[in-house]
């Protein structure tokens, strides 16, 4: 198994309150991403890095800021939690954009 | 935009039964195509991926052929066990450059002893 935590596993937030979830990898990997899964949506590209400090948007970015200071952290910040945003969170890494992606384990954040 | 069409079930099964899960996706040429599969309380796994067009992925004794006349990625499994009870993702990667992935609505599958 490709070597990647998520942190925390789950939360529970306040609307309006900050949220940063953490992501690690011990693969070395280049590229790393964030998902969100929905019911009925399967899984939608929040942000993803293409080296330290590299960083884009997907497709449903707005809420939502990454970091990523060096090769083995991925943090994704929702600055103002919104009951939106309520959702199961997954990191994926790979070695390039041709690669196999891997996912992490998943965060479950509930806002309230 | 690129997207993928999944049946999203629930699909229940008895035991040793023929699974097929259908899946049709848009985009332009012809994608790298996945199949991953997320347990109860995991994260999701690759099961099996084909890139180029009549490629035939397996794994586990899950099959699925890329074919580009019906834009489709059928998965199949002659004879299913309880412990394939999963949500199963077809997934294309778009032609960005950036390895992002574009997943369908996933299809839960219960097999039942």
């Known amino acids: 198994d490709a070597g990647i935590t998520q942190s925390p596993r789950h939360k529970v937030t306040e609307t309006g309150t900050p949220v940063t979830l953490r992501c690690h990898q011990t693969?070395?990997?280049?590229?790393m991403y964030w998902y969100r899964q929905d019911p009925g949506h399967g899984l939608r590209l929040i942000h993803y890095?293409?080296?330290?400090?590299?960083?884009d948007k997907g497709e449903v970015s707005d809420g939502y800021s990454v970091s990523r200071s060096k090769t083995e952290d991925f943090l994704l910040t929702l600055e103002s939690a919104t009951s939106s945003q309520t959702s199961v969170y997954f990191c994926?890494?790979?070695?390039?954009?041709?690669?196999?992606?891997?996912f992490g384990p998943g965060t479950r954040l509930l806002v309230l | 935009g690129d997207s993928v069409t999944q049946m999203e079930g629930p699909v229940t099964l008895s035991e040793e039964a023929f699974l097929t899960i259908n899946c049709t996706y848009t985009a332009t040429g012809y994608p790298s195509l996945f199949w991953y599969v997320q347990y109860p309380g995991e994260g999701l796994q690759l099961l099996l991926k084909?890139?180029?067009?009549?490629d035939k992925g397996s794994n586990k004794g899950f099959e699925a052929t890329y074919r580009k006349e019906t834009t489709s990625f059928r998965l199949e499994k002659g004879s299913v066990q309880v412990s394939d009870s999963a949500v199963y993702f077809c997934?294309?990667?778009?032609?960005?450059?950036?390895?992002?992935?574009?997943f369908g609505q996933g299809t839960t599958l219960q097999v039942k002893p």
């Open positions: 890095s293409y080296g330290v400090k590299d960083t």
């Open positions: 997934a294309l990667r778009d032609s960005s450059n950036t390895g992002k992935l574009i």
């Open positions: 693969e070395n990997h280049r590229y």
């Open positions: 084909a890139t180029k067009a009549d």
């Open positions: 994926a890494i790979s070695g390039g954009p041709e690669e196999t992606q891997y």
